[in-house]
């Protein structure tokens, strides 16, 4: 074994010195790569990237959660102070979903799972009622969560007693809310009237004004949407947000309906919008006729009146003062029998009376503009570019205008005049200096400089191959050459002289000059010898 090792040793010195400064170089460089890539795929293929399991944990679901990854050998780390965990990113679906269906974590809060997990016939009222308002407590607090900026709640339910006697009244309930906030949050809108609504209706005979709700600052949230809303900053804030989602959706259907017509990445919308923010509540009173054509209303009482009268008109009478007349004399009666009548009629009529109490919109679209670029370019082969004509460029647009025309003519309110929608449209056509990019998902790709280094290493490898087959071809060769010649030198021509020796003599001359010029040979033989024996 060390003669191999010794002639393994020779043989590579050998090979390493004939060899010229370049090909040591080109050895050198290939095993360095080789090194290299072998690290690299090692370092690669083992360092998994840790991705949160768990976040804003208790210290109960941490030692849960802990417990049960040491049992599976599971590599872990603890961040955000022993609030989260992360494990290996390849690992976090499978471990979601055991741990899941073991039902850790556990933080020990009792929901209404628990009644039929825990149904039994011992309870006793109290402690049924107990476990009610926990688990009523739990289910609440989760659904608060689930609100956007809300991190983590605590709720309190505080339900008097049922009256003994059916005349008493029934006492409202209260509750008392802390809610954890994300940092630099802040409620906008009706946010906070929803979260009283959402208690509310949540809890049986709790009015909004018995809800309390404060964050971890000890700030309260009043449920008047007004005072959180009275800053000039929060008007600003929701003016924007009431405007920018008006121009996102009808830049959404509009990019739409168009790219239906020239392909998605050929088109490029752009809307602006002017909107009235201005409130307005107004009462109108209104009277009019039932019957409109006749412009008559409804009868509700007639009155009627009618007189008669006939014979002789009364004697007497005032002292005539005519012009033929003598003063105080009186005057003579004059005339026939006659017949008088009087017919008198009266009609109530009762009109229609309407109150309308008017909240008009908080927001209109006062007006609105669109602009829209058409991609040019018709098809493109290298560096053979074929643009749309102007009959496809007016086919294009009158498809274009059609569409804006019926967006503008719905969208705008009709209180700020006519609407000209042509004039709020504007339509170019242009070559797009690139694809426009939208919002979806990509597999990773390989870039090519892996592909090149990815090559020179397998060629490295190839050659380096090469070369020790070569090598081991070589030194087989070199042990096959040495091998015949030592069979012909051990052949040795007994010595001609005039007494030719017998057999055992020419063997005991040969064993000696053996000794003398390859001793370790010798003792070789002698080993075999004794060995045999």
């Given amino acids: 074994m060390k003669e191999k090792i010794l002639q393994f040793k020779e043989s590579a010195k050998t090979f390493w010195t004939n060899r010229s400064k370049s090909q040591k170089g080109i050895f050198l460089g290939s095993i360095a790569i080789v090194v290299a890539l072998i690290i690299g795929i090692t370092f690669f293929t083992t360092n998994s990237s840790f991705v949160p399991l768990y976040n804003n944990l208790s210290l109960q679901e941490v030692g849960q959660i802990k417990t049960e990854l040491d049992t599976r050998g599971v590599p872990y780390e603890l961040q955000d102070g022993g609030t989260t965990i992360t494990v290996p990113e390849e690992q976090v679906d499978t471990l979601l979903v055991d741990l899941a269906g073991q039902g850790i974590p556990n933080s020990g809060n009792i ?30 607090a989760n659904l608060i969560k689930g609100v956007q900026g809300i991190e983590n709640a605590k709720v309190m339910i505080n339900m008097p007693k049922d009256p003994v006697f059916v005349s008493d009244a029934k006492q409202p309930g209260s509750a008392s809310i802390v809610i954890n906030t994300q940092p630099g ?32 600052y000890f700030e309260y949230f009043d449920r008047n949407s007004e005072n959180t809303n009275s800053s000039n900053q929060d008007a600003y804030t929701y003016q924007q947000t009431v405007k920018k989602d008006i121009e996102q959706d009808i830049k959404r259907r509009v990019q739409q309906m168009i790219g239906a017509m020239v392909g998605p990445e050929n088109v490029v919308v752009s809307v602006t919008s002017d909107i009235d923010f201005t409130k307005e509540n107004r009462t109108e009173e209104i009277v009019e006729p039932v019957d409109l054509e006749n412009m008559e209303g409804v009868p509700v009482s007639i009155e009627t009146v009618h007189e008669t009268y006939s014979g ?29 009548e009087l017919v ?7 009109y229609n009376r309407i109150r309308k109490e008017i909240v008009e919109s908080p927001y209109k679209v006062r007006d609105l503009g669109i602009q829209v670029a058409v991609d040019s370019v018709k098809d493109k082969n290298g560096d053979e570019i074929q643009y749309l004509s102007g009959a496809d460029q007016d086919a294009v647009r009158s498809g274009i205008s059609s569409i804006l025309n019926s967006v503008i003519s719905t969208s705008i309110d009709k209180e700020y005049g006519e609407i000209q929608p042509e004039e709020k449209i504007s339509i170019v056509f242009q070559e797009f200096s690139g694809e426009t990019e939208f919002p979806n998902t990509t597999t990773p790709v390989i870039p090519l400089w892996m592909y090149i280094v990815g090559g020179l290493l397998l060629l490295a490898i190839i050659i380096l191959v090469y070369l020790l087959i070569r090598k081991r071809k070589t030194e087989e060769d070199e042990e096959i050459v040495e091998e015949t010649i030592s069979s012909e030198t051990t052949v040795e021509v007994p010595e001609i002289g005039e007494n030719q020796d017998s057999e055992a003599i020419s063997r005991k001359k040969q064993l000696e000059k053996m000794a003398k010029d390859k001793p370790e040979d010798f003792a070789k033989l002698l080993r075999s010898w004794i060995s045999e024996d």
């Fill in 312 to 340: 002789n008109p009364p004697v007497g009478g005032v002292e005539g003062t005519a012009g033929e007349d003598i003063t105080n004399y009186q005057a003579t009666e004059t005339g026939e029998n006659g017949e008088y």
């Fill in 344 to 350: 008198k009629e009266t009609i109530n009529n009762e």
């Fill in 111 to 140: 929901d209404y799972s628990f009644f039929s997990e825990n149904a039994s016939w011992g309870i006793t009222d109290n402690e049924f009622s107990m476990i009610k308002l926990d688990a009523m407590q739990t289910e609440l």
């Fill in 185 to 216: 949050y802040e409620f906008q809108g009706n946010q906070i009237d929803s979260l009283y609504h959402l208690v509310s209706k949540a809890v049986p005979n709790l009015p909004p004004e018995n809800i309390v709700i404060m964050n971890q």
